[in-house]
């Protein structure tokens, strides 16, 4: 697939909806790394309390902890001051919330949209795991992490959850409301929205293309996008996901790119959901069989979601798991250009250089429970 065609004038919102895929990108932005509650937390909350004209976040979990009472504090200040507030909530992400801000908002006077409630029980297997927030079409957030104490690594008394979130600043903020827009609508919510004239251009220098699973993105853009990328990949390939599951295609292409010499790492976490990735040990062992080095990074545990390949950074919600790339509403950007890339090699370089490299014997020797663990993949790997 060729590089996609730069879009350098703001497109109508809706208009261009059900066709997007990998083949139109956005210039001039601005993407940064936000690691952790610690930074990201903090950015996002300024970001709404200097809100004007609208505020839109849809999230997966959102608890009703410190973090996320503040979170609807500061969200019923900006209903307040006149701010069109809007709030997508998935309902088994609400239900695994405990408590959930659900009824705290609806009582405060946010409009709240559910996906999927439990009166549509035939399609709760398809989960809202989109995580954006947008305020005044002038700055957005995406990425792995929900609004939860857990991800206040330096605090958290508990067991915290590193993740990492991407602010952006730019001409995709206008692709992402018009998605954020169309997720609204398909919740039961009204197709109006004020539109803002912004000079995009002042921001930065990342070119960014969309891509993701469930509406409007076509099923196989997901998949086709990044199997292709990774067979077309000249360098390297880094693969950072908590949960690693990945289709045929996409196993092929991994195997492939190390064969004919590209380096090919894949960082997992330690902690939670140890049995997951002793279920996908079949794969590893494959993987590593051809030249792929994997590594488990150290606690705490890693919910991030991030691709390299050459000179391309994958941000956003995917896993490379069969959930998020067959089930799931998900999101994710290919971002190019800029100074994105320096910033996430910076941090891989760091993960990589902390974590520890996994032994191919060691995986072999787990090799007899290969049919279990298969029957398991097929079970297992479709519910997480």
């Given at each position: 697939?060729?590089?996609?065609?730069?879009?350098?004038?703001?497109?109508?919102?809706?208009?261009?909806?059900?066709?997007?895929?990998?083949?139109?990108?956005?210039?001039?932005?601005?993407?940064?790394?936000?690691?952790?509650?610690?930074?990201?937390?903090?950015?996002?909350?300024?970001?709404?309390?200097?809100?004007?004209?609208?505020?839109?976040?849809?999230?997966?979990?959102?608890?009703?902890?410190?973090?996320?009472?503040?979170?609807?504090?500061?969200?019923?200040?900006?209903?307040?001051?006149?701010?069109?507030?809007?709030?997508?909530?998935?309902?088994?992400?609400?239900?695994?919330?405990?408590?959930?801000?659900?009824?705290?908002?609806?009582?405060?006077?946010?409009?709240?949209?559910?996906?999927?409630?439990?009166?549509?029980?035939?399609?709760?297997?398809?989960?809202?795991?989109?995580?954006?927030?947008?305020?005044?079409?002038?700055?957005?957030?995406?990425?792995?992490?929900?609004?939860?104490?857990?991800?206040?690594?330096?605090?958290?008394?508990?067991?915290?959850?590193?993740?990492?979130?991407?602010?952006?600043?730019?001409?995709?903020?206008?692709?992402?409301?018009?998605?954020?827009?169309?997720?609204?609508?398909?919740?039961?919510?009204?197709?109006?929205?004020?539109?803002?004239?912004?000079?995009?251009?002042?921001?930065?220098?990342?070119?960014?293309?969309?891509?993701?699973?469930?509406?409007?993105?076509?099923?196989?853009?997901?998949?086709?996008?990044?199997?292709?990328?990774?067979?077309?990949?000249?360098?390297?390939?880094?693969?950072?996901?908590?949960?690693?599951?990945?289709?045929?295609?996409?196993?092929?292409?991994?195997?492939?790119?190390?064969?004919?010499?590209?380096?090919?790492?894949?960082v997992l976490p330690t902690g939670d959901y140890e049995f997951l990735r002793w279920c996908a040990a079949d794969f590893l062992v494959r993987l590593m069989g051809c030249g792929c080095s994997v590594y488990l990074s150290p606690p705490p545990y890693d919910h991030s979601k991030i691709l390299l390949i050459d000179q391309a950074v994958f941000i956003g919600t995917v896993n490379l798991d069969f959930r998020s790339l067959y089930l799931n509403w998900e999101v994710a950007m290919e971002c190019r250009g800029g100074s994105l890339v320096f910033e996430v090699e910076r941090l891989l370089r760091e993960q990589l250089a902390a974590s520890s490299r996994v032994r191919l014997e060691d995986l072999r020797e787990q090799l007899p429970?290969?049919?279990?663990?298969?029957?398991?993949?097929?079970?297992?790997?479709?519910?997480?």
């Amino acid at each position: 697939m060729n590089d996609p065609t730069v879009c350098r004038e703001p497109l109508e919102l809706f208009c261009s909806v059900p066709t997007w895929d990998r083949t139109v990108a956005w210039e001039g932005n601005r993407v940064e790394v936000l690691l952790n509650g610690e930074r990201a937390y903090p950015a996002m909350m300024t970001a709404i309390a200097s809100a004007r004209e609208r505020v839109s976040m849809c999230i997966y979990q959102f608890d009703e902890d410190s973090i996320g009472s503040q979170f609807a504090e500061l969200l019923v200040d900006a209903m307040h001051r006149g701010c069109e507030v809007r709030v997508i909530l998935d309902s088994w992400g609400a239900m695994k919330s405990q408590p959930s801000i659900r009824d705290l908002l609806r009582r405060a006077g946010i409009n709240v949209k559910m996906f999927h409630p439990p009166s549509k029980i035939w399609k709760y297997n398809q989960r809202y795991h989109r995580k954006l927030l947008l305020v005044d079409g002038e700055v957005g957030f995406t990425g792995g992490m929900n609004i939860r104490d857990r991800h206040l690594v330096e605090t958290f008394g508990g067991n915290p959850m590193r993740d990492t979130v991407f602010e952006i600043k730019g001409s995709v903020l206008e692709p992402l409301e018009a998605l954020f827009l169309s997720d609204w609508v398909y919740c039961g919510g009204q197709a109006d929205f004020k539109r803002t004239e912004i000079d995009y251009q002042r921001f930065g220098a990342e070119a960014v293309a969309l891509l993701g699973g469930g509406p409007p993105f076509r099923r196989v853009g997901l998949r086709h996008s990044l199997t292709l990328s990774i067979a077309q990949s000249t360098e390297r390939v880094v693969v950072v996901t908590p949960f690693f599951f990945p289709d045929r295609s996409l196993l092929d292409a991994l195997a492939s790119a190390a064969l004919r010499g590209v380096g090919v790492d894949i960082v997992l976490p330690t902690g939670d959901y140890e049995f997951l990735r002793w279920c996908a040990a079949d794969f590893l062992v494959r993987l590593m069989g051809c030249g792929c080095s994997v590594y488990l990074s150290p606690p705490p545990y890693d919910h991030s979601k991030i691709l390299l390949i050459d000179q391309a950074v994958f941000i956003g919600t995917v896993n490379l798991d069969f959930r998020s790339l067959y089930l799931n509403w998900e999101v994710a950007m290919e971002c190019r250009g800029g100074s994105l890339v320096f910033e996430v090699e910076r941090l891989l370089r760091e993960q990589l250089a902390a974590s520890s490299r996994v032994r191919l014997e060691d995986l072999r020797e787990q090799l007899p429970w290969s049919l279990v663990r298969k029957l398991l993949i097929s079970t297992v790997g479709k519910l997480f």
